[in-house]
């Protein structure tokens, strides 16, 4: 009888704890948390004046919320390759979702939404305005924490910038790095 007993409760604590290591294990899967960084080059045709590419950094921050969908932020700045001070910052988020997926290859797209800032030339003005972005990226999974990059294509659109609607479009490069 005590052996039954024992037996018995052996087997409801042994499945609790199995039930608890395959929940972490799928939990792990769900959420994954990566942070990195990234540089660009970007056309900004812009109407008549100023540089016709800026180049610049950028941080990048993804939320998988399951192994398909997640949210994307990111910063980026502009500085390089500028013409009388002209400059453009973006600040930006929104959603992805993985289109293709082949072993440690995978290929995202993006919309995201938020703010860009523009420097106007010789520092005449400076304006702040809304920045709606499509895109996609390829990424490659190195390691267990480090994935690359290689190429995201962004296109943006400000339609209220002060000459009118504008649409840059770019390209970046990075590494992240998965901190969960």
């Known amino acids: 009888m005590r052996n039954n007993i024992l037996c018995f409760f052996l087997f409801v604590f042994s499945a609790a704890a199995v039930h608890g ?5 799928y939990r792990d899967k769900l959420l994954t948390i990566d942070a990195g960084a990234f540089g660009s080059v970007f056309s ?3 109407p008549n004046w100023g540089p016709s590419k800026l180049g610049g950094v950028g941080a990048v921050v993804d939320i998988n919320l399951t192994p398909w969908l997640g949210i994307e932020s990111e910063a980026r700045w502009l500085r390089f390759n500028q013409l009388y001070q002209v400059h453009e910052d973006n600040y930006l988020v929104g959603g992805r979702y993985r289109a293709f997926r082949y ?4 290929l995202w797209v993006k919309g995201l939404f938020g703010a860009a800032e523009f420097n106007f030339p010789n520092s005449y003005a400076h304006g702040g305005y809304t920045d709606i972005a499509f895109g996609g990226h ?3 999974r190195m390691t267990k924490h480090i994935i690359l990059r290689p190429i995201d294509v962004e296109y943006q659109m400000w339609p209220y910038f ?4 504008i649409s840059p479009i770019g390209i970046s490069a990075g590494v992240k790095y998965r901190l969960y």
């Open 21 to 25: 290591q395959v929940e972490r294990a």
């Open 44 to 46: 900004t045709n812009l």
């Open 103 to 106: 072993g440690r290859h995978s």
């Open 138 to 140: 390829y990424e490659y």
């Open 162 to 165: 002060a000459t009118g609607s």
